[in-house]
């Protein structure tokens, strides 16, 4: 991280009802009402973006749980906050390109150029099956998001836009309004087929959590692979983590054997599947089955400043935004707003002096 570089703290929006298989209820309702109190009290924190995920089904508390869909709940988000960035999660396998450049732009439109998307390549086999979405082989995803990315950029920039591709055609489609601001493209893959098409075709490379050791090398290597294509720098190096904030190491590490206790819960399939249907490059166990996106690996968990002084050592080896997972998610997202990121924002200028 240069010294112009100030961590940028982000949060995911929990349309699931909470981040935990093995706590049926964490008091944090798969509800606008709930979610826009939170939006609202994370502008006031300090809070920069939140990320929308997008599954129909919900893989953290079983299929049978509710679930809400990501753009009904961003554009709504759109029209209550002032200054979070929206990352909305998008699978091209269940979405039109057309469609989805107009909607783009009109939530652009609704939060005055504050819209981005996660391209996720899709994992589920279950739910594309339910829903009808496209779920073709592993790369042949990829290679299917790659040209949905150049029909997405086209309409947002040409007019009228016209394309010859294997997967989408159209000799001449008028979208407007354009974008206010074209929006920044995240995505995230750890097969090899993942990172090339990611390096052809996002702004910022995303990552579930991970080690000190193990995110170094990641961005090394993205950043590797981005310069020999000869493309410009990544914007952002993001990583999920869940974050356990307490007064005392003994407080913290007891909340830590609350929530993994395992027991094989509703939504363990969905978890085999997407194990399965991935091309992971990290082992996976049952104690992280317990917190969706690896998020206990990175070890944000202790007093705060214990937390604050390991997000600043992530910043260090390149990881610039974080994407941070709470429960129950308003208060322990209130809690990190008041006792550590004025910490981090301290270091920040210690080293900068």
């Known amino acids: 991280m240069t010294s112009s570089q100030r961590v940028r703290f982000g949060y995911w929006t929990p349309i699931f009802g909470g981040w935990l ?6 008091h944090t309702p798969a509800s606008f009402s709930h979610i826009a109190e939170i939006a609202r009290a994370a502008e006031e924190g300090g809070f920069d973006l939140t990320l929308i995920p997008e599954l129909n089904l919900n893989d953290i508390k079983g299929v049978e749980a509710p679930s809400l869909d990501a753009w009904a709940v961003t554009a709504a988000l759109a029209a209550v906050t002032s200054s979070l960035e929206l990352m909305t999660a998008v699978r091209p396998g269940f979405h039109n390109p057309f469609h989805t450049a107009k909607q783009a732009a009109t939530i652009d439109e609704i939060s005055g150029g504050r819209f981005t998307l996660n391209v996720v390549s899709a994992w589920w086999a279950e739910e594309a099956k339910q829903y009808e979405g496209l779920f ?33 055609r159209t000799e ?6 354009k ?42 290597d993205m950043r590797r692979r981005r310069s020999e294509a000869g493309a410009t720098p990544f914007e952002a190096f993001g990583m999920a983590a869940y974050a356990i904030v307490r007064d005392t190491e003994d407080e913290a590490q007891a909340e830590i054997d609350r929530i993994t206790d395992v027991r094989g819960g509703a ?19 049952l104690k992280e089955y317990s917190v969706s996106n690896r ?23 390149g990881v610039s935004t974080l994407l941070l997972q709470f429960s129950p998610h308003l208060p322990e997202m209130q ?4 006792e550590v990121i004025p910490r ?4 920040e200028a210690q080293r900068d002096a």
């Open 267 to 285: 939504a363990y399939g969905s978890y085999q599947d997407f194990v399965s249907k991935s091309k992971l490059d990290t082992q996976v166990d």
């Open 295 to 317: 998020g206990l690996r990175p070890n944000l968990v202790g007093t705060p400043d214990q937390v604050a002084e390991r997000i600043v050592a992530f910043a260090n080896v």
């Open 335 to 338: 809690r990190f707003a008041a």
């Open 172 to 177: 001449g489609t008028y979208t407007e309004p």
């Open 344 to 347: 981090v924002r301290r270091l």
């Open 179 to 220: 974008p206010q601001v074209q929006p920044r493209l995240y995505a995230g893959g750890e097969s090899e087929a993942g990172r090339t098409a990611i390096t052809r075709f996002a702004d910022a490379y995303l990552t579930h959590g991970g080690t000190l050791d193990e995110l170094e090398t990641k961005v090394a």
């Open 21 to 26: 298989r093995n706590v049926d209820d964490e």
């Open 136 to 168: 073709s082989a592993h790369d042949d995803r990829y290679a299917r998001t790659i040209e949905w990315v150049e029909v997405l950029r086209g309409l947002w920039s040409q007019t009228p836009f016209a394309y010859e591709g294997e997967y989408y």
